[in-house]
């Protein structure tokens, strides 16, 4: 495919320089990738992207842009690294080069630099979790299981000693609970599982479009595919 291609005549170093600064332990790469919007899935997945941007206007964090974002990773120490929780593969350590050519074409890449002193510790913390399953449930991360979002969001808190999103929260100075729109594919999401939607409602968790808007990430176009 053209992606791999390009993948394969530009070296690692130079796909790093295409960013301002290059990459950090702890920043974090959010995709975006161009979704099938003729699937349930597709609609699904820009649904609850777009609601979550409408509620951070609502709760008076604006974001500056109608950006979604399907997927983050957080960048392990080398910098050519990234740690991600993935559907069936759980939390898996990643080369960058491999994360960069597994994305699809017109896929959109934002590099996101958290506004804190944790982030090589973030880093850590991520690593430890590598070979914990997937959060198929979106369950929270005090379940031993994680998805994408929630991999950063537990590393950060962790070792800031303080929550990911509520009074004094890193990304976010509330609570956010998890969107489920359109309510009729989640439920028949959770039903293929053996669950009731109703019992997940009132989840609090992340998705990777709030925390690519949160007014603690700072956020650079990088990398368009």
């Not at 399907?70 to 559907?87: C, F, K, L, M, W």
């Amino acid at each position: 495919s053209a992606l791999l291609y390009l993948v394969s005549a530009l070296a690692e170093e130079d796909l790093l320089s295409m960013a301002d600064d290059g990459l950090l332990p702890g920043d974090l790469i959010f995709v975006h990738e161009s979704l099938d919007m003729e699937s349930d899935l597709g609609k699904a997945i820009a649904s609850t992207g777009a609601a979550t941007v409408q509620w951070l206007a609502q709760q008076g964090f604006p974001p500056s842009g109608n950006q979604t974002a399907t997927h983050v990773a957080i960048v392990g120490h080398s910098g050519r690294d990234v740690i991600q929780a993935v559907p069936e593969q759980g939390v898996v350590h990643t080369p960058l080069a491999k994360f960069i050519a597994a994305q699809p074409p017109e896929t959109v890449l934002f590099r996101g630099r958290v506004m804190s002193d944790v982030a090589v510790a973030a880093v850590d913390v991520a690593l430890g979790q590598v070979g914990r399953p997937y959060a198929n449930t979106f369950a929270p991360s005090s379940s031993g299981t994680f998805y994408c979002s929630s991999l950063v969001t537990f590393a950060y808190s962790k070792v800031a000693g303080r929550p990911a999103c509520g009074p004094h929260g890193i990304f976010l100075p509330m609570a956010f609970h998890l969107i489920f729109v359109p309510w009729d594919y989640w439920s028949a999401y959770y039903a293929k599982m053996g669950y009731d939607l109703d019992h997940f409602a009132n989840t609090t968790g992340s998705n990777p479009t709030l925390l690519l808007h949160s007014p603690a990430v700072s956020v650079r176009r990088w990398v368009i595919r």
